[in-house]
């Protein structure tokens, strides 16, 4: 358990507004990911981070922005919702380098439904 | 262009019997394969994993089996529980950029035990 929580847990918006999720992980864990989960389609890449203001794309980054000012934090921000990002979105965190390799700790998850 | 692909939707077992989960993958520069258990309104849970040295690995009542020349990967649990009665996905694991190893996963295999 890597400590990973995130919020909302359940949110429902409307077309255009902006929303922004939560992961937030207390083991000072390095490197952190958004993923969103779709019938069909498994886990798929959002955005990841490796440190502390340092992000990158992942397969699925188009309409997501992410921000990491804290180590602890990870913010992933939906600009404008369509309703093509309803989902579950989920967190996850990595050790550092040399422990559990490839291993993903993942959070709750946030189902998120755009009207 | 779907890299790690789970065929079977939905698998159904009796208690006790042996559960076979398939994964097949397309990219040979994958190193490292996972599974994972997912109960419904929770995250991912990891269970076994295994390097691409090896072609076997054992955990308990979980074997991990690896066929690198049919790049074909498959998940035994024996004997299958009620608890096992979950969604498993399949990962693999090629790709570090800036130290972050990026995950691919399958679309899911939905395993129901029946009493």
Known sequence: ?115 | DQQVKQNSPSLSVQEGRISILNCDYTNSMFDYFLWYKKYPAEGPTFLISISSIKDKNEDGRFTVFLNKSAKHLSLHIVPSQPGDSAVYFCAASGYVIQGAQKLVFGQGTRLTINP
């Not at chain 1, 507004?17 to 390095?30: A, D, M």
């Not at chain 1, 093509?84 to 996850?92: G, H, I, N």
């Open chain 1, 1 to 115: 358990d890597a400590g990973i929580t995130q919020s909302p847990r359940h949110k429902v918006t409307e077309t255009g507004t902006p929303v922004t999720l939560r992961c937030h992980q207390t083991e000072n864990h390095r490197y952190m990911y958004w993923y969103r989960q779709d019938p069909g389609h498994g886990l798929r890449l959002i955005h990841y981070s490796y440190g502390v203001k340092d992000t990158d794309k992942g397969e699925v980054s188009d309409g997501y922005s992410v921000s990491r000012s804290k180590t602890e934090d990870f913010l992933l921000t939906l600009e404008s919702a369509t309703s093509s990002q309803t989902s579950v979105y989920f967190c996850a965190t990595v050790r550092s380098a040399g422990l559990s390799y490839n291993e993903q700790f993942f959070g709750p998850g946030t189902r998120l439904t755009v009207l």
